[in-house]
């Protein structure tokens, strides 16, 4: 009697998984940015910082102590009613961007 292997679910899954990460030619990539090789006190370069609504809205660069990644953060000091940074080179198509922020003033 010939040998029979049949497929599990997991297997299954493990295959399809293994066929897609090839189809896509493996570009699931995440990327990590800080500003930490930025110059303090300038706007970062390559992105477009704006705002909605009223107001005027400040981005710089700046020192501060309690960065997630040490030295540089982007800090918006103005005051606008939606300050916006928008970073100009991204195209995400199926994924998600996560930000870590830290509120220093405000209202709402």
Do not use: C, H, Y
């Amino acid at each position: 009697m010939p040998f029979e292997v049949k497929p599990s679910p997991a297997r299954a899954r493990l295959a399809l998984t293994l066929m897609l990460v090839w189809w896509m030619g493996g570009s699931a990539v995440a990327e990590t940015m800080n500003f930490d090789d930025s110059p303090a006190g300038k706007p970062p370069e390559g992105w477009t910082l704006t705002k909605t609504g009223q107001g005027q809205s400040k981005w710089t660069i700046e020192t501060d102590a309690t960065a997630p990644s040490k030295p540089n953060v982007l800090k918006q000091s103005g005051r606008a009613t939606f300050p916006v940074a928008i970073k100009s080179d991204t195209r995400i198509g199926d994924g998600f961007v996560e930000v870590k922020f830290k509120a220093v003033a405000g209202s709402e």
